[in-house]
């Protein structure tokens, strides 16, 4: 028997079981394994989230993407400017029109109303703003040159979360569960935590697949009640006349197949019945905290009124990444970082939301081990202009900053970072990234080099074009603050 | 001046030294009999404008187009002086005094270049003369300096990006143009904007240093950006130097040869026309229907295979059904083609699903893939709606049910506006509406000029590039996305032929006189929206009509109510007299009539003592008089009912050429801000001999509108495009047989699949045409072939030997659309409203993030005409794979994962539609379960239960009323009802798990 022949039999004697297997479960290194042996080149066609190799030795296998909606200020929270103290009040507007989205309220440069101090051994300047997270600088990376291409939320935030200016591409999470697959075949691949107030700027298209399959597209994980659509019943049913129906519905399902023999789409279809049941109570088991110590729920603020909805979505971000999933993605509601008003009140409230959660998330993640092969990303979509935004009347005490996007921060954690490193410097006045610049291009090419892939070799075929996260675009992976 | 390096290596490439050699042999011998024959007049004397005047235009004709901006073979750029002086790859071409000694000028002399085997002639002995002399006088770049190759060319583009929205085409703030060097001169109402060679004394550059202009604080409202330094400096270095005019014209196609596209080049398959093949000759040709089986047959046999059985006759149904309309057959439809034992019924049912109104829902949902129809703009988290472009959707509907000639079809949605003079029609005709609606082909993609900050000109770019995608994807088969930035990598589409054709479109899309989406107001008045007034003059009157009618019937509403008020009032007035002394009464009446300025004393003083009481406003007579009252309600509830019956104002979303386009320039690197050469209108090298010159004509006399897509539509449609035909026919067959004969629908090119059968093909393609263009008679050709007629049974051989099914060895199981599935559980639930047409269905977004689609009396309508805003994507089309058009779709994956099991076996509207459905079922069969089976079967899959599935059925329901019983208590089993209300309760969780079956969903 010729290579050829052996590898015809095989196909045949497998693949018509393939499916079956999916159906009762058989573990992600053979799932993969058989993939690659038994299909047919059409079959490989088929997109799935099936555990999959990267280009090389990954430092990280699962991503925390904490999405801090509204584009934070860097130089009142992690990049301290004594510059702007010293010209506190002067006009700078004209230098930098064209940059500013409300011109009509440019006000002079305008000083941090927080206070600034060094923490950990790297000597990290954090705030006053954030005293959790101070107690964590030893464990992140922080860039403070990184720089977008717009500076109005939604083309900013399409730049974030798929590498491009229009909507249509597909997003970073898409992309790395295009690239990876998942390990758990029971949860979705991409889970998307929004808030449960509403939806971002820009809704769910900030977790489409574009042109990808739309098999790896995020899934909405809702933190309280039901976390998926349709995971439920939407109507009244004793459940044992559920099951008699789904029987039902199998049997004739069975009897059509049998008729239609080597139609693989249709043991697809059987499986995917069977994935629902299993995904019924594995994504109900992700949610359920109860076996979580009352010591943890205090830790990242559950039940305290600020900080329940975030710290409650920062828990569940680590209980599925334990479980396996690839891609996870905290957004929140209501713009919380877009401070153009009364900077020294609106900031420190969003920080009181957010700071002690995160603070918890890195140290249970530590803890517990997940370090080392859990990545988390924190950061927005811009940053803002060392001048005072003013209100109508003028009021200085109401100062607020307006969007930049010259000069933001972004830091990593965990898997593969070296931590406590500062990197990048802005300029005296924090307007735009001076030494050691990044762009969000960088900082992709950055996050799939921690997953084991070069940016250039992950693509998708369309339009005739080899498709990249990054575009045409050249990018470097910011090798300095990789461990 | 730069010293310049001697020529060390300098090679001229391998296939022509020879004939280097040899030529330079001959001139030498006769150069010195040639020279003297030279008259050197005083005009080509080697001065300081020398360069400018001579050499420059000299390089301009006769060596740009391979070394200059847009092209540098061997890496040499003659079009500038750094070019010149840096030489190419094998180093500098010119040694300044020693014309012997550069290769520029030996490669002239000796006929090298401009290369004769390339069809190209020789420079003339005095041009060779003239370049030997400059380099002999030492290659000065002359007065110019610097400055020499700063033109206005340079200079405009700067200024139409930075100051022509407030001093151009529509507005001229301060009387000020700045679109030519002569409106410059002319200045505004401060003067002359420059003085050539005094940069300093400019107003343009006075205002410019002092950031007056663009003024601040307001460039954001127009999306401009403030001018850059290294521009300002540009447009000094032009003005020091005089303000040079070059003469170059913008590059188009002459009949000269295309030096950039080869026509080797033009070799590849799909460039060439579509020739009329033979038809092969075929063992079994009891199988050959038509010219197709024979196509698909001869590479099958060739192989040792031949087609699948021909399927059952009920497999055969419900697939055509499914193609052709989108939609299950009826049971009454089933039994008409079943039950029709004529030789030709098949051909019958073809012919009656081609003219059924639900054809072209079906087919025309595909073209409104490739358009990326949206209703609304997307980018803006507003996601601003677009309220009229429902009326494109019912535009492709109607153009596939009527079978419009797919040429006509094209050239209405590239070029409508310029088919006819709709501004100066006495009336506005169906013709020339369908030909404004058509337009909305091109104006679908996101679209975020919506709002000031994502309006600037690399914006509207990025929305001329999508559209320009979404004609080359789904038109043409063809990549164009990277000619955008530099020369296609793979297809002969050199850079310079994106910018031809995206001057073409300049008159409709030109990013620095951008039609905003939304309303604006300046010095023009309010302008923007893209909406054109031109709807059918029936329309127009009918809507004016309406609204007429409802302001006259409010209108004597309202005054019939007024009467009875006046009524009640003299009621309420006497009642209350009543009350008061006789004897006043009269006077009081006269008092309450008599104005206030002619009232007497006595009046006066009656007047402060009883008027307030004596007067009734309508709310106070509404609670003295409650018929008044209710009649009052009873009025207000009819002038709202007449109210709801009030239509928006009729108008058209269209894309129309405005006049007056900018000038178009290569950007270099897709870089706004790096100009190269100014292009003119042309299309795609590749797609002509190369040497034809693209023709635009006013579409008709004195017409503002430039003709350029009517061209272009004119081109496109030509019986002999190498690929318009083609494509077409590839994407109808693709939605038949599963798979493109060019399997990648929108790439043609060479990154492109090959076609399985290229002959049949072209075949088709040359059928299209000859049949008038017509796609019903594609679709006729090709569900009748004995190919399309075939089994879906997939077999051991088949999977051994057409594992993909390139040869067509059987027909692809399928699995519908989204919006088939959606559309099927309403009909076989019953509950479809067909009804056609009109503004989309709204959709309801709960926050749970389902969204939903809102009903009508009638049911639910198909999914085509729901509403399709980029934000708002229905549930159940999302899960199943409903794509983003984004900016459209050319293709739509399949995929099968939970989620879609979830949703059929939880979602609520399913189980009502489940529910629905099984009452349907008691309605035909009665409460027997027997014929129940039979009917839901015959509903959901257009064929009788098996006697396995049978009897699986009758088990279950037999199970699932036992269970639906046991839950109920003792006294309430008592009850007669009991059981009959257990069967109906399995009777849906029957239809409910049909919904859920994997037949109800697959296509055999």
């Known amino acids: ?483 | 001046m730069k010293k310049l390096h001697s020529p060390i290596g300098y090679h001229p490439p391998l296939k022509s030294q020879v004939f280097r050699i040899f030529l330079c042999c001959a001139m030498i011998s006769c150069a010195n009999v040639l020279l003297p024959n030279i008259i050197a007049d005083d005009k080509s004397a080697v001065d300081e404008n020398f360069y400018s005047k001579t050499i420059l235009p000299l390089f301009r004709d006769r060596c740009w187009k391979c070394h200059g901006d847009d092209v540098q073979k061997g890496e040499l750029n003659l079009s500038i002086r750094e070019g010149v002086l840096k030489g190419g790859e094998s180093g500098a071409v010119i040694v300044a005094g020693k014309p012997e000694e550069s290769p520029l000028y030996e490669a002239i002399r000796d006929h090298y270049m401009p290369p004769e085997n390339e069809g190209e002639r020789p420079l003339t002995d005095q041009q060779v003369e003239f370049v030997r002399r400059w380099i002999a006088a030492g290659a000065s770049f002359g007065t110019a300096g610097d400055s020499a190759t700063i033109t206005q060319h340079d200079v405009i583009p700067i200024l139409w990006l930075r100051c022509t929205v407030c001093h151009g085409t529509h507005v001229q703030e301060g009387g000020l143009d700045l679109r030519t060097k002569a409106s410059m001169l002319k200045g505004g109402n401060s003067g002359p904007a420059i003085v050539p060679g005094q940069p300093e004394e400019s107003l343009l550059i006075k205002k410019i240093r002092s950031e007056e202009m663009p003024p601040r604080r307001k460039v954001v409202d127009v999306s401009i950006k403030p001018i850059e330094p290294d521009e300002t400096d540009t447009i000094i270095a032009w003005i020091a130097a005089g303000a040079l005019e070059s003469d170059i014209p913008p590059d188009i196609a002459t009949t000269d040869p295309d030096p950039l596209v080869s026509d080797e080049d033009r070799d590849f398959w799909s460039f060439q026309p579509p020739q009329l093949p033979t038809v092969p000759s075929v063992v079994h040709t009891d199988r050959v229907r038509n010219p197709i089986d024979a196509f698909v047959l001869a590479k099958l046999e060739a192989k040792g295979m031949t087609l699948a059985p021909e399927a059952d006759r009920q497999v055969l149904m419900r697939r055509l059904f499914f193609d052709l309309t989108g939609l299950p057959p009826t049971p009454e439809e089933t039994s008409q083609f079943m039950e029709d034992d004529s030789p030709n019924a098949y051909e019958k049912l073809v012919n009656r699903l081609l003219d059924s109104p639900h054809y072209g829902e079906r087919w025309g949902r595909y073209w409104l893939d490739l358009a990326g129809y949206s209703d609304s703009y997307g980018v803006q988290h507003a996601d601003v709606v677009r309220k009229n472009a429902w009326r494109y959707r019912d535009y492709v509907i109607r153009a596939f049910n009527d079978d419009k000639p797919y040429n006509r079809f094209l050239t209405e949605q590239i070029a409508g506006d310029e088919l006819a003079d709709y501004e100066h029609a006495p009336v506005i005709t169906p013709e020339i509406y369908d030909n404004l609606v058509a337009t909305g082909f091109l104006r679908m993609t996101p679209d975020g000029s919506t709002a000031n900050i994502t309006n600037f000109v690399p914006d509207r770019l990025d929305i001329i590039s999508d559209e320009l995608n979404v004609l080359s994807s789904a038109v043409m088969g063809l990549t164009l996305k990277c000619a955008r930035c530099h020369t296609h990598k793979s297809d002969p589409i050199p850079h310079r032929d994106y910018y031809r054709l995206s001057a073409i479109f300049k008159g409709a899309f030109d990013e620095h006189d951008w039609l905003k989406a939304t309303k604006e107001t300046d010095a023009r008045g309010p302008w923007g929206e893209r909406k054109l007034k031109f709807v059918t003059t029936e329309e127009q009157n009918e809507w004016e009509a309406n609204e007429k009618r409802i302001a006259e019937e409010s209108a004597k509403l309202r005054e019939s109510l007024a009467s009875k008020e006046s009524e009640y009032n003299k009621k309420q007035l006497e009642t209350k007299l009543a009350t008061l002394p006789e004897p006043l009464r009269d006077d009081l009446r006269k008092m309450l009539t008599t104005p206030d300025e002619q009232r007497d004393d006595i009046q006066k003083y009656l007047a402060t003592k009883f008027e307030a009481e004596l007067k009734f406003n309508t709310d106070e007579l509404k609670k003295l008089e409650p018929e008044f009252q209710k009649l009052a309600d009873e009025i207000d509830r009819q002038v709202k009912a007449l109210n709801d019956q009030r239509r928006p104002e009729p108008y058209i979303f269209a894309l129309w050429d405005r006049g007056e386009p900018s000038p178009t320039y290569i950007y270099k690197r897709g870089d706004y801000k790096k100009f190269g050469r100014e292009v003119g209108p042309g299309v795609l090298s590749v797609l002509t001999d190369g040497k034809t010159p693209f023709v635009v004509t006013p579409p008709w006399p004195d017409a503002k509108q430039t003709g350029r897509r009517l061209a272009f539509a004119r081109w496109l449609t030509e019986p002999n495009h190498p690929l318009t035909a083609r494509v077409m026919v590839n994407r109808i067959w693709r939605h038949h047989f599963g798979a493109g004969i060019v399997r990648s629908l929108d790439n043609f090119g060479k990154t492109g699949d090959l076609p399985t059968h290229p002959e049949l093909l072209d075949w088709l393609a040359r059928m299209f045409i000859d049949n008038g263009w017509s796609i019903k008679e594609m679709h006729r050709l090709m569900v009748t072939s004995s190919a399309y007629r075939q089994s879906s049974r997939l077999t051991e051989e088949m999977e051994q030997q057409d594992p993909e099914n390139m040869l067509l060895s059987r027909m692809p199981m399928r699995r519908n659309e989204a919006e088939i599935i959606r559309d099927s559980l309403l009909a076989v639930a019953g509950r479809l409203d067909v009804t056609p047409f009109g503004p989309p269905d709204a959709v309801d977004s709960h926050p749970s993030g389902l969204v939903v689609s809102q009903g009508t009396d009638l049911g639910w309508r198909r999914t085509v005409y729901i509403l399709q805003r980029r934000t708002q994507t229905l549930t159940m089309l999302e899960d199943f794979d409903l794509p983003q058009m984004l900016p459209n779709c050319v293709d739509r994956p399949i995929s099968t994962v939970a989620p879609q099991a979830l949703h059929l076996m939880n979602n609520q509207f399913v189980h009502k539609l489940a529910e629905r459905f099984a009452a349907r079922v008691k309605d035909i069969a009665g409460t027997e379960t027997p014929a129940q089976i039979e009917v839901a079967w015959k509903l959901a899959f257009a064929r009788k239960p098996t006697i396995e599935e049978n009897q699986i059925a009758t088990t279950a329901l037999k199970e699932l009323s036992d269970q639906w019983l046991s839950q109920l208590s003792v006294d309430e089993k008592k009850s007669t009802d009991a059981a009959a209300e257990a069967a109906e309760k399995a009777l849906v969780n029957l239809c409910h798990a049909l919904f859920n079956s994997a037949e109800f969903i697959t296509i055999d």
């Open chain 1, 1 to 483: 028997m010729t290579f050829e022949q052996s590898q015809g039999v095989l196909q045949q004697v497998s693949r018509r079981g393939f499916f079956d297997r999916v159906a009762s479960g058989v573990g992600g290194a053979a799932l993969a394994w058989l993939l690659e042996q038994d299909l047919t080149a059409s079959e490989r066609r088929i997109h799935d989230l099936s555990p999959k190799e990267p280009n090389f030795k990954p430092q990280a296998q699962a991503v925390i993407h904490l999405f801090m909606n509204g584009g934070p200020s860097q130089m009142d929270l992690f990049d301290p400017k004594p510059e702007l103290d010293r010209s506190h009040g002067k006009s700078y507007f004209d230098k930098i029109a064209g940059e500013v989205e409300s011109p009509d309220s440019a006000g002079l440069l305008m000083r941090s109303p927080f206070k600034f101090k060094k923490y950990g051994e790297c000597g990290m300047d954090v705030s006053d703003a954030m005293p959790y997270f101070s107690e964590c600088v030893d464990d992140v990376a922080l860039i403070r040159s990184v720089h977008t291409t717009n500076l109005t939320h939604e083309i900013a935030l399409f730049q974030v979360h798929s590498g491009r200016t229009l909507p249509g591409y597909p997003s970073f999470g898409s992309w790395v569960t295009y690239a990876l697959g998942s390990e758990n075949q029971n949860l979705p691949a991409y889970v998307v935590l929004d808030d449960p107030e509403g939806l971002p700027i820009n809704r769910t298209q900030n977790w489409q697949s574009g042109f990808l399959p739309p098999v790896y597209q995020g899934t909405r994980f809702r933190a309280t009640g039901e976390p998926l659509l349709h995971l439920k019943r939407e109507y009244d049913e004793p459940d044992r006349v559920t099951f008699e129906e789904r029987q039902l519905q199998r049997s004739l399902d069975q009897l059509h197949k049998d008729r239609r023999p080597f139609q693989s789409q249709l043991d697809a279809r059987l499986a995917s019945y069977e994935l629902a049941a299993r995904m019924q109570l594995s994504a109900v088991e992700a949610l359920d905290f109860s076996q979580e110590t009352a010591e943890t729920l205090k830790m990242y603020g559950i039940d305290e009124p600020a900080t329940d909805s975030y710290g409650r979505r920062c828990l569940i971000a680590r209980r599925l990444v334990e479980r396996g999933v690839r891609f996870v993605q905290l957004f929140i509601n209501g713009q919380i970082w877009d401070n153009h008003n009364e900077i020294s009140s609106t900031l420190k409230s969003a920080c009181e939301k957010t700071d002690k959660p995160i603070a918890a998330l890195l140290k249970d993640l530590k803890q517990r081990g997940l370090f080392d092969h859990v990545l988390v990303l924190w950061g927005g979509e811009m940053g803002r202009l060392p001048i005072a935004q003013l209100p109508g009347d003028k009021d200085e005490r109401k100062a607020g900053r307006d969007h930049n996007k010259n000069a933001m921060v972004q830091w990593l954690a965990g898997a593969g970072v070296k931590s406590g490193t500062i990197y990048g410097e802005t300029d005296e006045v924090g307007l735009a990234a001076a030494v050691d610049k990044v762009s969000i291009t960088d900082w992709h090419a950055t996050v799939l080099h921690l997953l084991g892939f070069d940016y250039k070799h992950l693509s998708y075929p369309r339009n005739g074009l080899e498709e990249r996260l990054t575009g045409v675009s050249e990018a470097r992976v910011v090798q300095e603050i990789l461990s």
